[in-house]
């Protein structure tokens, strides 16, 4: 529960992640100007602190999260895409704090408790939603958030009372994030639209700027 509280403190002073996932060639230790690293080197910056790196089952993948802790330390890592309880011990491997899964799956959930992880559950439906929080869950992702819509959540807040705190991920981007926030999401997930061979995205560099510091 203490490191459910601290994300959710870090994500009130800046309410978004960015989720990237390594190609081959990033897994391979190239590093240089262009690449993934480097990417993130830039965003770490000019202010970004959340990052979720989507795990893989490959042994590369521990290294190159060692890699950018070491170049990024400012950064607060995370693990995306956990499905699998290999992925719980590759978290415990890298010493990664919390991870995000795209589904409820309550009994991942509870090994990754048994771990001393933190597992934030993708939720879509009122059920699944209504489950997560009877299961402790504080925070909670909404997946994929741009399939229902910015106001969601909120009519879902009259029938089903008190609810965790809401991550919105899935098809959203940087123009989007203003208008979720002041919907009462606590932070928004952007995912591969925000990186890509070119570099991040102008519009997110911007809105670190506006906000950071």
Known sequence: MQCQEALIASLAAQPILVVVRPNPTDLDGDDGPGSLL????????VGLR???????????????VAR?????????????????????????????????SPCFDPALLERARQRGILLVPGVFSPTELQ????????LVKLFPAVSVGVDYIQRLRAPLG?????IAAGGLGVGDVD?????????????????DI??????LLRWLQTTSG
């Open 68 to 100: 950018v802790r070491q170049r990024c330390p400012s950064l607060q890592l995370g693990a995306a895409s956990l499905l699998t309880t290999d992925a719980l011990a590759d978290l415990k491997t890298c010493g990664l704090p919390f991870a995000m």
């Open 198 to 203: 070119q570099g991040p995205d102008p519009a």
């Open 38 to 45: 480097d990417h993130l080197s830039c965003l770490a910056s």
């Open 50 to 64: 959340h990052v979720e790196i989507g795990w893989q089952l490959d042994s590369r993948w521990c290294s190159f």
């Open 162 to 166: 008190p609810l965790p705190q809401v």
């Open 131 to 138: 489950q997560a929080a009877a299961m402790g869950c504080g």
């Open 179 to 195: 208008a979720w926030l002041t919907a009462g999401h606590a932070a928004v997930a952007l995912g591969r639209q925000v990186i």
